[in-house]
């Protein structure tokens, strides 16, 4: 079941029926939505995954997933219509890609406001003709219907082998933690666009580049998917604590975390605004569409050889430990707890997510 | 492509930079996107058909198609939340059988209006649940986000054989063209809920549920593939003149229609008010998920056999001609073209599609 793994939490608190969307937030909102749906047997992943898988004949697995972008709350301040394609685009090749999937399509079902200019449908689907291409599908399919918000929202299918579907839920105590690039780009993007804070000329481009048009890592989830090596992964796009706790969930295992690969423009403005660099990685950003896997300690060598041979990254972040929770230890040896918090729509207005 | 197969036709009459979406309307709106997006050369329907396909090993096709329900536009007076969700699973559905796939999943992403209350939310996916068991599959993905309008993009995943897949295209002059059911009840349930015409009880009844918890045509869509002599189909759901047109532009052929099926409750309704039975039929319904086919004369017996042994109806309602135009001949014997119209995203405010 390709949604948020927080079902199990919340499950136990369901809203009362006067509730709003608004007072309810995501997590509650699809507790709801998923006591209805039922459990398909033939759905291989199960709940709480970012994908739904099926088995196709010749060993092969079908992998399907939706994600809806918004024009009122997924619009970024000077995010261009052709980055709105692009992003709609990525958002969901992200996820299959994590699941080891080579991309076979994708179709976009499009709200429209009556007053949207010609010219800037246009450029959307410039957008996603765009970075369809470039991760080697086409989009095939759509539907249109007007709309009071812009409404994009997509599905990704491809094809995995079965043997190298990778699924949030196999880590185990002693597996390494790692992730296919750098954090921080994002959050630096946020405090620019949305708090106004300032920031050198190159610095400001690195981050938007980072938010307008974002990549999602196809070689790099092909490859560690090939080496059947993987225990766990998923993709980052809720942002990095709200990721690593996923994990945690759905291996039922704790991570004990000790490096995180800061980008060198995020560390350099927060250092200009004396903010926490981690802070920025683990909690502000999001919507970085960096692989996270984790991998058995015996193995790590030929993962990280077979991204490297692929003209990736692979950075060891920390380890996998019995214990089911999620710690930070410092430079300085201070151990902290990570939170699950991180962006959610809808809790601009919501309650704090149960946790 | 799964699109409006008007596509080509309005090409040439893109329009100009500065038009709004309302301006445009819905069939230059597709135009605008589809010209970006490029051809993949391993979808096997090709643009203007009811989905996208795509071979499988072992001689099989994946079929998909997704389909958007909008609060503000697609919601009928009267409408409760659970057949809100019915009726986006079916009209998802509808269009992959038409092809002759067995529907495999459902996926669904959400726009939510930030006061739409939990209650709703959960009856929504109630009725998603139940049309979706009814036709054998599960809602098994999903994505929710906070929007201004109610948005219900679904995707339906479906398997057919290869050798049974039904295209848009394939009719040819002397094929005779047929349909699964009676017409006219939705065009009579849009003008009680819309004009606010009258009906005795038992007709409002009928009209109603019509429009509230349509069918999707799964045995007749299924069994009529697997003839495979089905020369052409798709679904009704965009009303039988346009659907009648489209299989005219896609298959290159006209038609001659003598005899549409209406139901017996619009028959009544329309003599009640003065109102033409074949103008409702043909122009003022849609969303009526009967399956149109074209059917080689020699094979029509076994075809109608077959859907009469799984308990369907297919009712003959005139045939395929070289000249590309769409007749309508009536009892009396006159003759009158059938015309390109009926209901369309945006139309509302927007200039009349070029025919």
Redesign the interface.
Known sequence: ???SCKYSRVLSTL??????????G?D???S?????????P??ILGYGDD??A?R???G?V?V???????????ILPGMNPFYVGWKAVVMNVSDIVSKGAKP??L?????????????N??KI??G??AAA?KYG?????????????L?L???A?GIAKEGSLMRRSGARPGDILAVTGEFGLTSMGYKILLDGLDAPKMLRKAALDAIYTPKARLREGLVAAKTRLVSASMDCSDGLALSIHCLSEMSKVGFSISKIPIAAEASRFASMHRLDPVELALYEGGEEYELIFCVRRNYWRQVHSAIRAVGGRLYAIGEAIEERKVYHQSYDGSIKRIEPRGWR??DK?AAPIPS
């Open positions: 079941m390709q949604i809203a009362s029926k006067a509730q709003t969307a608004k007072e309810l995501e509650r909102i699809r709801i939505i998923i006591k209805h749906l039922g459990r398909d033939r759905e994908a739904v099926f196709l004949d010749g092969k079908l399907a997933h939706t994600d809806v972008l918004v024009g009122s709350t997924d076979l399509s179709l976009f079902s499009w709200g429209i406001p009556r007053d949207l200019q010609g010219r449908i246009s689907a410039e996603m003709s291409r599908a086409y989009v095939t399919g759509g539907d249109t219907g007007e709309a009071k918000d409404v929202a997509g599905m299918l729509h809808f207005w």
